[in-house]
């Protein structure tokens, strides 16, 4: 059965850096297009970051030069790290598993909260 567990999440200051991390033990992660997701209270969720097989990798503009996702094929996890956080980042971040050949619906976490504020 496929759950998506995320990890690394918290509170930070403003220009902080985390590192978050999903895995799943029902699923290889080898074979699939990958991504992070996030939702801030009372906004929609919105695409943060993907990372296509092998390793082609796009962000959205907000967070493009701060934020890296990365994925460890051997240690089926995928990790997204944050830097230079700021307090509009706060929001739950979700791991996500695209629709693709393979993948009927999308597959989601369950969520890991950062908080950027001093």
């Known amino acids: 059965q496929v759950q998506l567990v995320e990890s690394g999440g918290g509170l930070v200051q403003p220009g902080g850096s985390l590192r978050l991390s999903c895995t799943d033990s029902?699923?290889?992660?080898?074979?699939?297009?990958l991504a992070w997701y996030r939702q801030a209270p009372g906004k929609q969720r919105e695409l943060v970051a993907t990372?296509?097989?092998?390793?082609?990798?796009n962000y959205a503009d907000s967070v493009k030069g701060r934020f890296t996702i990365s994925r460890a094929d051997a240690l089926n996890t995928v990790y997204l790290r944050t830097d230079s956080l700021k307090p509009e980042d706060t929001a739950v971040y979700y791991c996500?598993?695209?629709?693709?050949?393979?993948?009927?619906?999308?597959?989601w976490g369950q969520g890991t909260q950062v908080t950027v504020s001093s």
């Open positions: 996500n598993i695209p629709a693709q050949v393979g993948v009927s619906t999308p597959l």
């Open positions: 029902g699923i290889s992660f080898s074979v699939y297009a």
């Open positions: 990372i296509s097989r092998p390793y082609n990798t």
